[in-house]
């Protein structure tokens, strides 16, 4: 079964540190990978996508990385701002049945002043 | 703005009524993909329609309905609504038919709340 799990659910962190984010997939065959930003109450909108020969892809201070093998992804934030608080969405597009996209239940990042 | 647009922004019905979400792709984009995310829970995915065509359905209940008609908008249908039908909807779109291949934009969503 295709899966998609997210580490932590839940994050707070004060503003200016770093953190790291959890992607965990078993989608197989692998198309690429995605990394959505969804503000409370707003439309989830992209921040990376990833094939399967990219292994690291940067957006501004978020740096999201890839390992094919183990099947596990990373989104890293550098320098937190109180605008990073948000859901973070991993999605990972393949499977057997064609090109669909399986969703992870995303992460909740709390910035704090 | 990501130039998909849903309309209405909230919407407040009665259990057992019918409404109606519409959606407006991008300039250009022949997909359009509705999503179901209820309170705290991940997007759900309902279904795909690609240049007036259905082309991929998730989890989408018999009683919600969907169609792309020719200037490519969106209509998502739901009927016999039930209290936990109440959630956001989103609909997004891309340039193509694969979800793999192209991006997704999505749209500002629709509240949909069954009281």
């Known amino acids: 079964k295709n899966q998609v799990e997210q580490s932590p659910q839940s994050l707070i962190i004060l503003e200016g540190k770093n953190c790291t984010l959890q992607c965990n997939y078993t989608v197989s065959p692998f198309s690429n990978l995605r990394w959505y930003k969804q503000d409370t109450g707003r439309g989830p909108v992209s921040l990376t996508i990833?094939?399967?020969?990219?292994n690291t892809k940067s957006n501004g201070r978020y740096t999201a990385t890839l390992d094919a093998d183990t099947k596990q992804s990373s989104l890293h934030i550098t320098a937190s701002q109180l605008s990073d608080s948000a859901s973070y969405i991993c999605v990972v597009s393949g499977g057997n049945a064609g090109n669909m996209l399986t969703f992870g239940g995303g992460t909740r990042l709390m910035v704090k002043p | 703005d990501s130039g998909v647009t849903q309309t209405p922004k909230h919407l407040i019905t009665a259990t057992g009524q019918r409404v109606t979400l519409r959606c407006s792709p991008r300039s250009g984009d022949l997909s359009v993909y509705w999503y179901q995310q209820s309170l705290d829970q991940g997007l759900q995915f309902l279904i795909q329609?690609?240049?007036?065509?259905?082309?991929a359905k998730g989890n989408i209940l018999e009683r919600f309905s969907a169609q792309q008609f020719p200037d490519l908008h969106s209509e998502l249908n739901l009927s016999s609504l039930e209290l936990g039908d109440s959630a956001l909807y989103f609909c997004?779109?891309?340039?193509?038919?694969?979800?793999?291949?192209?991006?997704?934009?999505f749209g500002p969503g629709t509240r949909l709340t069954v009281t």
């Open positions: 329609y690609y240049n007036g065509e259905e082309r």
């Open positions: 997004a779109s891309s340039a193509a038919d694969s979800p793999a291949a192209y991006e997704q934009y």
């Open positions: 990833m094939t399967f020969s990219e």
